[in-house]
């Protein structure tokens, strides 16, 4: 479902330049300034360098001098069995794969996370890489969107690997520890490179694209959502993304906006949250950050069947909004005024 065209990343005349003073006086000085080592041409997008961290699994770090957590972009390496029994837990999970994935997965319409042997693997995998680097920059992939859903950077992860600067990020996905993932959006930077290297890692059945090894049975599955998603994101920001009407919840600033707009009608764009199984839902929830939601009521009480349409997908919803605080509410007229695709 993915395409190769580079996914355009369009953004309102002074929102960033203001939101990034601000976030360079609330910041340390050395997230916001140019350090020495870097190349010039990168300075724009570098969130800092830091020669102090280790590495947890494929896409958790511990960085020292962080002010906040850092979410890896476009990467989603599987977990890592965690805990005082780790070991024993792994060794179960050799023994008996893939049979405790369907176990957790049970009858559950989406692909699910838990510890597996490919997850310690990667782990293993990215320690070593790590282990001859001793600096890493962090970037931002564009200026629209600095945070992520739990406030965590959202940072493409270079190392400085003997005397270059190389991008982790990348790498893992070339070497099979993770798909290109795009459920939140691709890269506005690196689009064809991850393409690239996700087709070069299939074809030579590395990592999880290895039938052999134990990973994750519902890869196909799983990039069926997520790139159909990153397309969704893709078409909104090519088609709306300069339109003040319209409110691309998960973004930064943008619940604010939103709460100027009361008693106005608006569009909001936005992946509607996991839903109860029930027969019918009178709202549904459009998660924004920080337990921040948009709660869309919905004219009449839903069918099961248009939930299961919508759930965990990114719709376009009009209506009135209204609420206040942490939960906005958005009153909907009709059905026809929630779809995938205005």
């Known amino acids: 479902m993915m395409t190769g065209s ?10 960033t330049a203001s939101a990034m003073l601000l976030l360079c006086m609330l ?36 960085i020292e001098g962080m002010n906040r957590g850092v979410r890896f972009l476009f990467i989603d390496t599987e977990e890592v069995p965690r805990g005082d029994n780790a070991l024993q837990e792994l060794a179960r999970l050799r023994e008996t794969w893939p049979a405790p994935y ?28 790590f282990a001859d680097v001793d600096s890493i920059r962090l970037e931002r992939d564009s200026e629209d969107n600095v945070y992520g ?5 959202l940072a493409l992860v270079y190392a400085k690997k003997n005397g270059d600067w ?4 990348l790498e893992c996905v070339r070497q099979g520890h993770s798909p290109y993932y795009g459920k939140y959006g691709f890269s506005a930077r690196f689009h064809e490179e991850f393409i690239a290297a996700q087709q070069e890692a299939r074809e030579a059945q590395r990592g999880i694209w290895n039938p052999a090894l134990q990973h994750y049975p519902d890869y196909d599955e799983r990039m069926d959502w997520w790139d159909g998603r990153g397309e969704d994101i893709s078409h909104y920001l090519e088609n709306h993304g300069d339109d003040e ?28 949250d996991w839903i109860d199984e029930e027969d019918a839902v009178d709202v549904i929830r459009i998660p924004h950050k920080d337990e921040q939601s948009v709660v869309v009521r ?44 205005p």
């Open 6 to 15: 580079i996914p355009v990343f369009p953004r309102r005349a002074g929102s």
């Open 27 to 62: 910041l340390p000085l050395t997230s916001c300034e140019a350090t020495k080592d870097q190349p010039a041409d990168v300075t724009d997008h570098v969130i800092g360098v830091y020669g102090e961290f280790r590495v947890v699994d494929g896409d958790t770090f511990r």
């Open 102 to 129: 369907y176990e957790r997965r049970g009858e559950r319409s989406f692909p699910v996370k838990m510890g597996s042997p490919m997850g310690w693997d990667t782990a293993e995998w990215a320690k070593q890489w």
């Open 149 to 153: 859903y739990f406030g965590r950077w």
């Open 166 to 169: 190389v991008l982790y990020n």
């Open 245 to 272: 009407n319209y409110y691309f919840m998960g973004r930064d600033g943008e619940m604010e906006r939103l709460a100027l707009a009361i008693g106005q009608e608006v569009v909001i764009f936005g992946a509607v």
């Open 298 to 341: 919905l004219p009449a009480a839903a069918r099961a069947a248009w939930i299961e349409e919508v759930e965990q997908q990114y719709v376009y919803a009009r209506g009135t909004i209204g609420g206040g605080g942490s939960a906005l509410i958005l009153d909907v007229q009709e059905f026809s005024s929630i779809s995938r695709r």
